[in-house]
């Protein structure tokens, strides 16, 4: 379930990739994070790509524990730019006691809920690279997309699907029918599904807003509204100027380079065939063990009206039953979705209401301060309440995280327990023929 458990539902993507967007209305000084860097977005925003043993590795400065290194990088196949034997890459790393800690525990989590990798001597990664600005040398704008480890079966699909897209993006102007290609070849295989569906979901959810702004008689918003209001102006014969975005600070937003290669293009889902169709339900449908891109892919899927989806994920949501998994909440609104059904869709939302991640409840008891039980106890809280509050113990890390792990666990049991009872009732309503259409 690791691989699983990192494919975040789509509203919890764009919420990570925009949260500092929002904020730049509030203040520009806030550091814009840059959206997840599918394939497309990654050949384009970078100036090398090449295949790379990782070389030997030299210390230039610590800092509370965190060291700048640079990495020698000795290349196998050159990908993108001019041909090298071999380059540094520039990169930060835990020194220290950290360094001691097992692999698991060290691995760290980007904001996109990536694990960025440890790079290990002699081991051979799918590297990213830009040239950097404080000398020579090279560096990794997001290393939880721009470094990939790769088993050879993995690599080799990668740099098929990056050779094609070298062409793809040569061609003036933008072949939009081939791009639609490419994106379903990227999402018909395991290695590179989140890198297809990824952007094939983007695309739907943009159309859908637009065809919902003209519906309702406004624009959409920033890049979309302009490209919607563009193709519509088009279609009817037109020559109306594109619509603005709102304010400076949208077109600021909007110029960034990781914005400006990463926006939906809502013209892009409309483009996919029958046939395109038949070979994504297919490649989600016929998959045996799940990868990154499967939840993205079902999202694209769902209204393509595909009899053996309802089934395929019903199966899934009973596989990992046990677990009860934060992506169960999701299965279960694709589940409503593709057999447009009130009465699952009710279901779904009651188990969003009453599934727990962290038994709190016990934990809140147990985490009372001297401070409250007088304030309860209609003692006063002044000095002698803090006080006491200095005199506290300092917490045990290990006894903390025993304590967290065992909450966390109760958590599981319950919403396994809420979600078996869901399915059970689902089943009933499978088996019986009960379920309404609406």
């Keep these: 379930m690791t691989g699983i458990r990192r494919a975040l539902p789509p509203v919890l993507l764009a919420a990570a990739a925009l949260i500092c967007a929002f904020a730049l209305q509030r203040s520009l000084a806030c550091p814009i994070q840059p959206p997840p860097q599918p394939l497309r977005t990654l050949y384009q925003l970078n100036e090398r790509v090449v295949v790379a043993r990782v070389g030997a590795k030299e210390v230039l400065k610590i800092e509370e524990e965190v060291a700048s290194v640079r990495v020698a990088l000795h290349v196998t196949e050159n990908v993108k730019g001019a041909p090298v034997q071999s380059v540094h890459l520039y990169r930060t790393e835990f020194v220290g ?22 790079l290990r001597q002699g081991e051979r990664y799918l ?6 600005e404080e000398g020579d040398g090279y560096e990794v704008n997001d290393e939880s997309y721009g470094i990939k480890k790769l088993s050879d ?10 050779k094609e897209l070298a062409d793809l993006t040569r061609r003036e102007p933008e072949d939009k029918l081939a791009v639609v290609e490419w994106l379903v070849r990227c999402a018909e295989e395991p290695a590179t599904r989140w890198e297809g569906a990824y952007e094939l979901l983007l695309s739907a959810e943009a159309a859908a807003r637009g065809d919902e702004a003209v519906a309702k008689g406004r624009g959409g918003d920033g890049a979309v509204r302009a490209q919607v209001v563009a193709e519509a102006s088009d279609a009817s014969g037109g020559g109306e100027a594109q619509a603005a975005p709102d304010s400076v600070t949208d077109r600021r937003i909007e110029e960034l380079p990781r914005f400006k290669y990463s926006s939906a293009d809502p013209a892009l889902v409309p483009l996919l065939d029958a046939v395109q169709k038949q070979r994504l339900s297919d490649a989600l449908v016929t998959s045996s063990e799940p990868s990154e891109g499967d939840d993205f892919l079902m999202q694209v899927v769902k209204d393509f ?8 994920v019903l199966a899934r949501l009973h596989r990992f039953e046990d677990e009860a998994p934060m992506e169960a909440e999701l299965w279960l609104r694709t589940l409503a979705a593709s057999l447009n059904n009130r009465q699952i869709n009710e279901l779904a939302d009651s188990y969003t209401q009453d599934a727990a991640y962290y038994e709190w409840e016990e934990e809140q008891t147990e985490a009372e301060t001297p401070a409250d039980s007088a304030a309860a106890g209609g003692g006063n809280g002044g000095e002698e309440g803090a006080a006491e509050e200095e005199e506290e113990e300092p917490v045990d890390p290990e ?8 909450a966390a666990e109760r958590a599981t049991l319950k919403r396994s327990a809420t979600l078996k009872a869901l399915l059970a009732r689902i089943d009933f309503f499978v088996s019986t023929g009960q379920l309404d259409s609406n």
């Design 153 to 162: 079966d993995d690599l080799k699909v990668y740099l098929e699907r990056i």
């Design 399 to 406: 006894v903390e995280a025993a304590r967290r792990a065992a």
């Design 97 to 118: 006691g950290e360094a001691e800690k097992d692999e698991e525990e060290l691995t760290i989590y980007a904001y996109s809920g990536r694990p960025v990798p440890r």
């Design 305 to 312: 009206g595909d009899p053996r989806l309802p089934g395929f």
């Design 127 to 132: 590297f990213f690279l830009n040239t950097r």
